[in-house]
């Protein structure tokens, strides 16, 4: 009987997968390397975008500024957004004037607080009283600032404010944070900013002296205050 021809093994495949799926492991675990990258990447520019203050994308070119009156006559052929601009705006209408700038009259700044409820101050501040001490806050307060304001002429978008405080010439603290876009309307805003608290021990007495200055989108400046206020121990 004659014996059968046997088959030659040909080269083995295993090596060849193995070193396969590893350049496959390698490359899967690259993409993911870089995609977790590209996360916090992205989770740094929504910190940054949310801190309350607009950041200003590159290449982005607004439109042109309309008047509020321009904005009323504007798509009357559409209905609901007729209508939405009426109920918007219609209360105004009669005041328009073409202007295109808006304007943003601050008419009270107030500082609300457990220790004493709620003060007052009329804006502008008297020139006699800017170097003055506004309010006294005990260490460890909880505090928030209420402003009243109205806007005039157009809507104002963005409107957005920073707090700085100074101690003896050095700065000690400073805040953001975002009001929002605000139309024109005959009732007044009023806008209370977030709480804050104040700090406690001997170092933390004393007098200081803060700048509240609002702007919108476009950078105008709506209102520049400087203030003081004094932090005393509590009894």
């Known amino acids: 009987m004659d014996g059968g021809k046997g088959v030659e093994a040909g080269p083995s495949t295993t090596g060849v997968v193995g070193e396969k799926q590893e350049r496959q492991k390698e490359m899967a675990d690259k993409a993911l390397a870089e995609a977790v990258i590209d996360y916090d990447d992205d989770e ?7 801190s309350g203050v607009p950041v200003p994308v590159p290449g982005f070119v607004p439109g042109p500024l309309l008047s509020l009156k321009e904005q009323i006559e504007k798509d009357q052929d559409d209905d609901s957004l007729r209508r939405w601009k009426e109920k918007l705006l219609g209360c105004v209408e009669g005041d328009l004037n073409g202007q295109m700038e808006p304007e943003v009259k601050f008419h ?3 500082i ?4 004493f409820g709620e003060i007052n101050t009329p804006l502008p501040v008297d020139g006699n009283r ?3 001490v506004h309010f006294t806050l005990k260490e460890g307060s909880r505090y928030q600032l209420k402003l009243t304001f109205n806007v005039l002429h157009n809507i104002v978008s963005g409107l957005n404010y920073s707090n700085i ?3 003896g010439g050095l700065q000690v603290d400073q805040s953001k944070g975002m009001l929002g876009t ?5 009732e007044p805003y009023v806008h209370t900013l ?3 608290t104040t700090p406690s021990g001997a170092l933390a007495r004393g007098i200081y002296s803060a700048k509240l200055k609002f702007e919108d989108d476009d950078r105008r400046c709506h209102m520049d205050l400087k203030y003081s206020f004094e932090i005393k121990k509590r009894s």
């Open 44 to 50: 740094e520019e929504e910190e940054e975008e949310g």
């Open 108 to 110: 009270s700044i107030g």
């Open 112 to 115: 609300i607080s457990s220790d």
């Open 130 to 132: 800017s170097s003055q």
């Open 165 to 167: 405080v100074w101690k």
């Open 182 to 186: 605000f139309a024109p309307q005959r």
């Open 194 to 196: 977030e709480e804050e």
